[in-house]
């Protein structure tokens, strides 16, 4: 199996499994997206950690083995798929965080761009090389993270940035050392397995619909989202909690 599953105390542990650099198939663009569009569906989950098998990459883009036998007439197809994959992970229904203890490029920057939350290891770097492929990278999805002059200058030379940069220009929130990187992944992961499910999730949607209407709008959607919200027993239930100085205890309705 190229892609791992791993559930344990309402945290999903999702890694890339296909050795050398966890580069991306067709396959396995489908099967990303076939298991984070099924996240609608798991009650046990609060959230998400994407992660890369061994050392050597998070992900290392396409397989460029696979798009070399493409042709033209393809390309459309297989666009639709790798679409469907970056908003089934955009859109998962709980948050994603991605920890990224490797190079990212290409397809793979453009996955960990579409989490919610990145962390990234110290030997992390992030690029998109297209522009050396005959291909067009990922700009409209790293275009919401960081400033389009950055962008450009990764865009129009393909080349790479380390992970402090990355963390300079907002690419990602966090670097740790290699080491690390799990535990400080697990410790995120943590925090958010706590609250409840219900405003994890609502508060997900209502996040990705404001994210590009304007502010004054955007704001209004989200108290509608606040006051779907405040329907639920969980809802009621934390604020008891902060009231009654006690920890939560949440039932997912």
């Keep these: 199996m190229a892609l791992n599953v791993e559930k344990a105390g309402r945290i999903a542990r999702v890694t890339l499994d296909r050795p050398p650099v966890n580069a991306l198939t067709l396959q396995l663009y489908g099967e990303i997206a076939d298991l984070f569009e099924s996240m609608s569906t798991w009650d046990d989950v609060n959230c998400v950690i994407l992660s890369g098998a061994g050392t050597k990459a998070f992900c290392a883009g396409l397989d460029l083995h696979e798009f070399l036998a493409a042709t033209v007439e393809d390309d459309p197809k ?3 798929i790798i679409r469907r994959t970056f908003s089934a992970v955009r859109n998962a229904a709980v948050p994603v965080i991605a920890a990224l203890n490797g190079p990212a490029l290409g397809a793979g920057c453009v996955l960990a761009s579409v989490c919610d939350m990145r962390i990234a ?9 297209e522009i050396n492929v005959g291909r067009c990278g990922g700009g409209a999805h790293l275009g919401r993270l960081i400033p389009q002059g950055m962008l450009r200058r990764m ?31 697990g410790r995120l992961a943590e925090i958010l397995a706590a ?7 609502l508060g997900k949607a209502a996040l990705n619909e404001v994210e590009f209407m304007p502010v004054e709008d955007g704001y209004a959607r989200e108290q509608q989202y606040s006051t779907r919200l405040m329907t ?14 006690r920890p939560p205890v949440f039932h997912g309705r």
Excluded: C, H, M, Q
């Excluded at 639920?232 to 100085?245: G, N, P, S, Y």
């Design 155 to 185: 865009f129009f030379t393909g080349r790479p940035i380390d992970a402090n940069e990355a963390y300079r220009i907002g690419l990602v929130d966090e670097v740790v050392p290699s080491a690390e990187l799990a535990d400080a992944a």
């Design 195 to 201: 609250k409840a499910p219900l405003g994890l999730r």
């Design 121 to 129: 290891s110290d030997n992390a770097t992030f690029g998109l090389p």
């Design 78 to 80: 297989r666009a639709a």
């Design 232 to 245: 639920t027993e969980d809802a009621r239930e934390a604020t008891r909690a902060v009231v009654e100085k």
